[in-house]
């Protein structure tokens, strides 16, 4: 069972101004937007009403509303991207079973974004709205559901770079969005070519996020090895 429970404005007035001018640069039909945290709520059991009490006071956070965000306008529902859970999920998850909501399986929330007027380039709104790294759209509140789906880990795929050579690299840099460098890709042959093996998209997805993660000692002419 799948509880949604809408809660706060979520923009400052800065932040409202801000991405309101971002919009009508690309879109300048756009009238007003609004946005609005939506927690979406897993149960293991349907709440009574005591229970409900409580979880509603433990999701009444931040500013009080001045009027109802998500009543016009189209919507935009940004949540952390399908198939993570996020930072905010396991805080508030553990913050509801220590109020005594064990039927809680999991918390998630996301921000309904309502966008009023004419919409020219969708494309540059999304932009505008969600990290596509971290986040995703969704069309419509009740789509929340699959923020909870459960999917069986898919098995290691092998990239074929002792029988394909750099081009089975190259193909997987692209694929998984590994950007990857030219030398660092001359350094993954090299070296799985004495290996005697190819590597696999873990492998290359955990070299990419290293790489990513102490990018300054490449500004600081450091070597790989």
């Given at each position: 069972?799948?509880?949604?429970?809408?809660?706060?404005?979520?923009?400052?007035?800065?932040?409202?101004?801000?991405?309101?001018?971002?919009?009508?640069?690309?879109?300048?039909?756009?009238?007003?937007?609004?946005?609005?945290?939506?927690?979406?709520?897993?149960?293991?059991?349907?709440?009574?009403?005591?229970?409900?009490?409580?979880?509603?006071?433990?999701?009444?956070?931040?500013?009080?509303?001045?009027?109802?965000?998500?009543?016009?306008?189209?919507?935009?529902?940004?949540?952390?991207?399908?198939?993570?859970?996020?930072?905010?999920s396991?805080?508030?998850?553990?913050?509801?079973?220590?109020?005594?909501?064990?039927?809680v399986?999991r918390?998630?929330?996301?921000?309904?974004?309502?966008?009023?007027?004419?919409?020219?380039?969708?494309?540059?709104?999304?932009?505008?709205?969600?990290?596509?790294?971290?986040?995703?759209?969704?069309?419509?509140?009740?789509?929340?559901?699959?923020?909870?789906?459960?999917?069986?880990?898919?098995?290691l795929?092998?990239?074929?770079?002792?029988?394909?050579?750099?081009?089975?690299?190259?193909?997987?840099n692209?694929?998984?969005?590994?950007?990857?460098?030219?030398?660092?890709?001359?350094?993954?042959?090299?070296?799985?070519?004495?290996?005697?093996?190819?590597?696999?998209?873990?492998?290359l997805m955990?070299?990419?996020?290293?790489?990513?993660?102490?990018?300054?000692?490449?500004?600081?002419?450091?070597?790989?090895?």
């Amino acid at each position: 069972m799948i509880l949604t429970i809408v809660g706060a404005p979520a923009l400052s007035k800065a932040t409202y101004k801000r991405l309101l001018g971002i919009i009508v640069e690309t879109n300048p039909g756009v009238t007003d937007i609004g946005a609005e945290y939506v927690h979406f709520v897993k149960l293991t059991e349907r709440l009574d009403a005591d229970e409900m009490a409580v979880l509603e006071q433990v999701l009444k956070y931040g500013p009080r509303k001045r009027r109802h965000e998500l009543e016009t306008g189209e919507l935009f529902l940004v949540v952390p991207r399908l198939g993570t859970i996020s930072p905010w999920s396991s805080k508030a998850t553990d913050i509801t079973h220590i109020c005594g909501l064990t039927k809680v399986g999991r918390l998630e929330r996301g921000i309904g974004y309502r966008i009023e007027g004419t919409i020219d380039d969708r494309r540059a709104i999304l932009g505008a709205l969600h990290d596509r790294m971290t986040q995703a759209v969704l069309e419509d509140i009740s789509d929340g559901k699959h923020l909870f789906e459960r999917h069986e880990p898919r098995p290691l795929c092998q990239v074929p770079i002792l029988s394909e050579g750099r081009p089975a690299l190259e193909r997987a840099n692209s694929e998984l969005g590994l950007a990857l460098a030219p030398d660092e890709m001359d350094y993954l042959i090299d070296n799985f070519t004495r290996l005697g093996r190819s590597p696999n998209d873990v492998e290359l997805m955990m070299f990419a996020q290293a790489n990513s993660e102490h990018c300054r000692h490449k500004v600081f002419n450091a070597d790989f090895v």
